[in-house]
T-cell receptor, first 112, second 112 residues
């Protein structure tokens, strides 16, 4: 166990809806990164938050947004859901600039 | 792209045998990491090797890095059924140690 928790575990949404996924980082970690993993693929970097600010973003549209709170927990919000958004969403916590990432168990999102 | 590419895509071996997995990449790197994922759950960090290292050991794991060939290999010795999982190599974005790019992964099956 890494100490990183995510909620919910599973989620089913309809195309066009909005979703919020949550992540609690490991104690002491000030940086949270979010990844999307489609079935049969490797994780793809969405964005990272440090000190409540976005600190780098991958190739994802603006309808993917996030927040980081003073206790370093984080949310991933996805608006106007599309079928291709169906994936496992992983968050990872670390210290800023650290090499090793500690991943949570993920949230499985299904968009119908 | 710095994304690593793992080889083979799938590997099936008998318990007790050794498993060798390879990762190739295209650009210069600071480090290369290997992660394991069980049944679509969170990723577990296995081992990190820096660009100035050629070989590293951790328990039954041995990782090598050849920066001239831009490749790495992960060897699991005396495999166990519990090693059945997907394995990914991960490379940090340039200048951003805590943001990772992943390959598509290798599915390892260890038969009892």
């Amino acid at each position: 166990e890494t100490g990183v928790t995510q909620s919910p575990t599973h989620l089913i949404k309809t195309r066009g809806q909005q979703v919020t996924l949550r992540c609690s980082s490991q104690s002491g970690h000030n940086t949270v990164s979010w990844y999307q993993q489609a079935l049969g693929q490797g994780p793809q970097f969405i964005f990272q938050y440090y000190r409540e600010e976005e600190n780098g973003r991958g190739n994802f549209p603006p309808r993917f947004s996030g927040l980081q709170f003073p206790n370093y927990s984080s949310e991933l919000n996805v608006n106007a859901l599309e079928l291709d958004d169906s994936a496992l969403y992983l968050c990872a916590s670390s210290l800023q600039g650290a090499e090793e990432q500690y991943f949570g168990p993920g949230t499985r999102l299904t968009v119908t | 792209s710095q994304q690593g590419e793992e080889d083979p895509q799938a590997l099936s071996i008998q318990e007790g045998e050794n498993a060798t997995m390879n990762c190739s990449y295209k650009t210069s790197i600071n480090n290369l990491q290997w992660y394991r994922q069980n049944s679509g759950r969170g990723l577990v960090h296995l081992i990190l090797i820096r660009s100035n290292e050629r070989e590293k050991h951790s328990g039954r794991l041995r990782v090598t890095l050849d920066t001239s060939k831009k490749s790495s290999s992960l060897l699991i010795t005396a495999s166990r059924a519990a090693d059945t999982a997907s394995y990914f190599c991960a490379i940090p974005f340039t200048g951003a140690n805590s943001k990772l790019t992943f390959g598509k992964g290798i599915t390892l099956s260890v038969r009892p």
